[in-house]
């Protein structure tokens, strides 16, 4: 099955309707080109509207970090996003959004996988996505411990904290992160896009 099609499949996907309170709308942005993937949670309420990963200040964050600007975002086809789970898991009682639906993963992130042959760095965005990915051994007691050792998982992932103005306090207590880490971010996005 090509690409294409297994993302015609994807974006028909309702797998998940009865546990939803929404109609599922799957965001996954991904070409055959694809070499630095971005994997986070799962879309918030913003990008469910738009269509669009990352279509939010959280986005705009991100792409400081990378060193690009929305046009080579959304249009460079080296640069994809897959999250853990491509549909709005819904807003808790909370104010927060619920857990990724976990079949998502099992359902569709293999074959999606195998489809992206070309990918070299993976983008792990937040403690969910590298608790999930890392497993509870490897990623370590919390998100600061994980992102403080960034350099055990290169050179194909890279750790990194949520861009949500949730962790705007976690970034100013840690300002190692935007020392080290965002301009290593920016040298291999520059590479990547470069070659
Ligand atoms: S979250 Fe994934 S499995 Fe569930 S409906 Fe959306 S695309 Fe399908």
Redesign the pocket.
Known sequence: MSLEALLTE?RA?????DQLAHE?R?VVRVSPRTRLLICGQAPGRRVHESGLPFDDPSGDRLRAWMGVDRDTFYDHPAIGVAAM???FPGTDPKGGDYPP?A??AA??RPRLLAELPQVELTLLVGRPAQRWELGGDRAGGSMTETVRAWRAFLPDVLVLPHPSWRNTAWLRKNPWFEAEIAPYLRQRVSLILGA
């Open positions: 994807i996907c309702r797998a998940c309707a599922p799957p789970a491509f549909c639906p079949r998502c359902l569709w």
